[in-house]
């Protein structure tokens, strides 16, 4: 997971890896593991994350010395076409149906994190609907 904490309209990317065996090359670590957590809108994801990472003492912690992050699938929205901006703007757009994400993106992460591999979380722009 990647606890990246975003301002909304914010355009920010983190990078998390491995290097050598070592997450961001300071803790010595085995191959990273993912848990997954589902859930309706307002189901209490986050606040499931949120306790996960208090119980493993790394919500104080600096993200470049994390052992454990999490990242939201809001992260990776895809960029809009101009005719779904328009909805969006009059709040017609659905964001949960599953084609609002760029899969193929969330897919090639989680392969990058498991591989141990450092990555970039992209940061989607609420305002402009777009990374």
Do not use: W
Not at 17 to 29: A, E, I, P
Not at 78 to 102: M, V
Request: net charge neutral.
């Amino acid at each position: 997971m990647a606890d990246v904490t975003l301002n909304m309209g914010t355009t920010r990317r983190m990078s998390y890896g491995f290097n050598n065996g070592k997450l961001n090359g300071d803790v010595d670590s085995k191959k990273p593991f993912l848990i997954g957590v589902s859930g309706g809108t307002a189901s209490g994801k986050s606040t499931v994350c949120k306790r996960i990472m208090e119980k493993l003492g790394q919500v104080d912690k600096d993200h470049t010395e994390r052992q454990v992050v999490c990242i939201s699938q809001d992260s990776f929205y895809r960029d809009l076409t101009p005719s779904e901006k328009i909805k969006a703007e009059k709040g017609q757009f659905n964001f949960d149906h599953p084609d609002a994400f760029d899969n193929a993106l969330i897919l090639q992460t989680l392969k990058d994190i498991s591989e141990g591999n450092k990555c970039v979380i992209p940061a989607y722009d609420y305002r402009t609907n777009s990374m």
